[in-house]
């Protein structure tokens, strides 16, 4: 006879365990304690197995008997119930020790074998330790998107946009990995895509006045402070590249005889070769600061170590204390001062963004302008150097 909630509850404790019968192996075992546990007897390969559905009333007859059924169905295919909830349990407890932290730190480990640029690194690392601390013990899987949204929130209620930005990229990266690794289901970083406030763009002060600029290199020849500096920072101009790729500039990566810097992928922003043809002042430069000791691979080294980076400031604080404020110039904005007094000399405007590194949107023309522009870069190179120390000498 099927049971009802009324019998169930009404069940009396006993000195022993027994069983009230709900039908195709289902029952209730009432314990001396009180406790009604539902059990499901069943046969698999022809041996008697019992299976444990939970605690009444924490999971109903209703419950119960729909636990039963799905068995019976599993079994009609061929499976075992019992295996199955232990597999589920399995799976479960797996989920459960899947932090977002855990899977951080592979995403990290991946980034690290990519080779990915030190300052790229550094920022991911930050992003993960410090920013998105607070989702480092949660299951990834029950991670939502109104949790990041408020992680993000914060970030940007601080001012800094452009830094929650980026947070959620990376932490959208951390789920893309989650997923391809089957620990979670989605990414809840694509709901709020645009829940977050745009970024104030704010290009960085450079000198575009070619008198200004004539005044700056004449500040920058009278500085005294250590040569290594003052000719890395008139490189960096001449050479229309970045602080970092200055910084980080080896001997390997020079061919002095055909006077070119190739500068490697891991350092440049788009990620791919990049050669720069030296003018006959930039290349100077080089030999000026050359070392021919072995183990110093640096050409423009830090004032403490030859074997280590100029300190990432240190372009910054060099022009600072020349005088000028960061309203005025900073040593990335060297780059927008060349592209627009070129531009506005009259050079081809293609030659100057190849020079720059910018990548061409257009695959065709960014094949086309790699492959055929080099000559005029050459030219381009060597009349820019050749403007600076125009500009230096000219006072009126």
Known sequence: MALTDLKIRKAKTEAKPYKLSDGGGLFVLVKPNGSKLWQQKYRYVGKERLLSHGQYPDVTLAQARQKRDEARSLLAEGGDPAVQKRIEQIEAETQARTTFLLVAEEYLQQAYDRELADATMRKKIWHIHTLAEPLHHRPINDISAAEILHLLKKVEHSGRRETAKKLRGTI?????????????????????????????????????????????????????????????????????????????????????????WTIPAERMKMRRDHVVPLSDQALELVKRNWIDVAGVELVFPSLNSNRKWLSENAFNSAIRRMGYTKEEVTAHGFRATASTILNNTGFDTDVIEAALAHQDKNAVRRAYNRATYWEKRVKLMQAWADQTDRFRQKKS
């Open 172 to 260: 959208s990266a951390v789920f893309r990995l989650a997923i391809v690794t089957l620990r979670a289901e989605n990414d809840p970083t694509l709901a709020i895509k645009g829940a977050l406030l745009p970024v104030k763009v704010t290009n960085r002060a450079a000198i575009t006045d070619e008198k200004v600029f004539g005044q700056f290199l004449r500040d920058l020849e009278a500085y005294s402070s250590a040569g290594v500096i003052k000719d890395a920072l008139l490189f960096q101009i001449l050479t229309m590249t970045r602080p970092g790729e200055v910084r980080g500039a080896k001997q390997q990566e020079f061919d002095l005889e055909k006077a070119t």
